[in-house]
T-cell receptor, first 116, second 109 residues
Framework: DTGVSQDPRHKITKRGQNVTFRCDPI?????LYWYRQTLGQGPEFLTY????????KSRLLSDRFSAERPKGSFSTLEIQRTEQGDSAMYLC??????????????FGDGTRLSIL | QKEVEQNSGPLSVPEGAIASLNCTYS??????FFWYRQYSGKSPELIMF????GDKEDGRFTAQLNKASQYVSLLIRDSQPSDSATYLC?????????FGTGTSLTVIP
């Protein structure tokens, strides 16, 4: 068990550029979540996958954001035409979902995005 | 709007004392409850989880859940300086997890 892995750890880019982040969950975990966290706030839900299916997406999420989880393994989160307000820590978490409830989520180290 | 509320703190306790962290949630349908510790600049780390009313103990940590009052707490006994961090309460309903803004704890040597 190598834990949840995220890449890159840091990303600095100019406003208007596209960025893509990767998350490798714990291997046996079927559920994968993306969150965004800004200073002084708790993680804010962005989207959720069960296996390869994207089952939920935050209503607050701009259409500039898209996520995929091909083959139900790793996931990518892409932000198009980045804006200053996108600067945040992007966290990926995975869990083993079973009928009747969720097992705890385990987080990766996050990708810190800074928009210049 | 599902809400999870925590006092932001900061909460300061002397080394060796008991730290008590509290969390309330708005949705009675919430099923599972989690406490995470987050050091500055790091990602959340799972400390405890609790599903049923009552107390659950793990080492120096005790989680307490009262579903009737929609209240969950975390007690840290024999607090250590290394416990200084932000503690996040998370509530699960369905497929989503809702987080509070966290309570900042400082343990003074």
């Amino acid at each position: 068990d190598t834990g949840v892995s995220q890449d890159p750890r840091h990303k600095i880019t100019k406003r208007g550029q596209n960025v893509t982040f990767r998350c490798d969950p714990i291997s046996e975990h079927n559920r994968l979540y993306w969150y965004r966290q800004t200073l002084g706030q708790g993680p804010e839900f962005l989207t959720y996958f069960q296996n390869e299916a994207q089952l939920e997406k935050s209503r607050l999420l701009s259409d500039r954001f898209s996520a995929e989880r091909p083959k139900g393994s790793f996931s990518t989160l892409e932000i198009q035409r980045t804006e200053q307000g996108d600067s945040a820590m992007y966290l990926c978490a995975s869990s083993l979902g079973r009928r009747g409830g969720n097992q705890p989520q385990h987080f990766g180290d996050g990708t810190r995005l800074s928009i210049l | 709007q599902k809400e999870v509320e925590q006092n932001s703190g900061p909460l300061s306790v002397p080394e060796g004392a008991i730290a008590s962290l509290n969390c309330t949630y708005s949705d009675r349908g919430s099923q599972s409850f989690f406490w995470y510790r987050q050091y500055s600049g790091k990602s959340p780390e799972l400390i405890m989880f609790i599903y049923s009313n009552g107390d659950k103990e793990d080492g120096r940590f005790t989680a307490q859940l009262n579903k009737a009052s929609q209240y969950v707490s975390l007690l840290i006994r024999d607090s250590q300086p290394s416990d200084s961090a932000t503690y996040l309460c998370a509530v699960n309903e369905g497929n989503q997890f809702y987080f509070g803004t966290g309570t900042s704890l400082t343990v003074i040597p």
